[in-house]
Structure formats: structure tokens, C-alpha cells
């Protein structure tokens, strides 16, 4: 499978946007999907995840509350939800999948990566 992220850019503090992330291939509900992110000169972090049939979703701490993650398996996109953004929510957003059986929050838990998407927060 081959990811493609979009729907990153600009937003004030205390705004939204919408993160989608297209799964080429017939075998998008083999994987479990997450979000990371990678802010400059920091390490890339876990944000989101979610199982293959959306039974289970698990999130940062620090976006707890604020972000949502879902996927449609029809559509073969995960999506990421995020509210109440905050500066500090400026970073390179990745949707990564997984095979692996259980969910992972680890990058190492993921082999398959999409490009990334910009996202920045004015303050």
C-alpha cells in the first residue's frame, strides 16, 4: 500500500482543520493506520492510531480531547481531526500503516509512511 497525506496549511490558534491520508491498494483494511508528527529539531512523535475496523483509537496525551482519528475503509482513507489547535501542534503530520497485529505507537511500529503534510498554528 501506498499513502498520500493531504490537507495541511495555515490556522490560527483555537482553529480547526481536517488531515486525510489515501491508501492506494485493495488491502487497506489489513492495516492498522496512525499519526505521527515531527516539529523541527524535535523527534518524530506519536499523535494517533487506529485499528483496522476502527474498534479501537488511541491518542497522545497532549492531543487527547482535541483530536479525533477515523477511517473508512470504503474510501481506503484514515482521516485526523484536530480542534482547539494549538501553536505548539506545528509540525510535519505523517500517516503511517502497520500489519503488525496490535496497534503500535512507536515510529519502529510502522513500515509503510506517507509523505507528510505541513500543518502551522499562529498564535
Known amino acids: 500500500v501506498q499513502l498520500q497525506a493531504s490537507g495541511g496549511g495555515l490556522v490560527q490558534a483555537g482553529g480547526s482543520q481536517r488531515l486525510s491520508c489515501a491508501a492506494s491498494g485493495p488491502t487497506f483494511n489489513s492495516y492498522n493506520m496512525g499519526w505521527f508528527r515531527q516539529a523541527p529539531g524535535k523527534e518524530r512523535e506519536f499523535v494517533a492510531a487506529?485499528?483496522?475496523?476502527?474498534?479501537?483509537?488511541y491518542y497522545a496525551d497532549s492531543v487527547k480531547g482535541r483530536f479525533t482519528i477515523s477511517r473508512d475503509n470504503a474510501k481506503n482513507t484514515v482521516y485526523l481531526q484536530m480542534n482547539s489547535l494549538k501553536p505548539e501542534d506545528t509540525a510535519v503530520y505523517y500517516c503511517?500503516?502497520?500489519?503488525?497485529?496490535?496497534?503500535?505507537?512507536?515510529?519502529?511500529?510502522?513500515?509503510?509512511w506517507g509523505q507528510g503534510t505541513q500543518v502551522t498554528v499562529s498564535s
Open positions: 503511517a500503516a502497520s500489519a503488525n497485529p496490535f496497534v503500535s505507537f512507536t515510529t519502529t511500529g510502522y513500515a509503510i
Open positions: 487506529i485499528s483496522r475496523y476502527s474498534s479501537s483509537t
